[in-house]
């Protein structure tokens, strides 16, 4: 079975059509054109004779990384970190650090 043809389209789907592309049309040139412009002006004479190039900001650790906030200790946490700090222990106990026992 053969399928039917398809209709003719009308005047105001053609009207419609054609107003579809003339809008498409001026748009991408309107986006061309400022993009052109925006690239005459950045690498054109004007960044040639701009001077020095801005400064890049300097990295301040104390304000750029956030902080973690420390966690809360039980009393028995407490005891063992004041313990570890009195006998000189910083890092968690590993075979390296006990001298390979």
Known sequence: ???????????????????????????TAESESRLKAQARGTLGGKSLLGGAPPEAPTFKPSTMTPTKPKPKLNWLGRVRLLRNRLHGF???ATKETLGGL
């Open 1 to 27: 079975m053969k399928r039917p043809k398809q209709p003719k389209p009308t005047a105001y789907q053609k009207a419609m059509e054609r107003r579809q592309v003339e809008a498409l049309d001026t748009e």
């Open 90 to 92: 910083t890092k968690k």
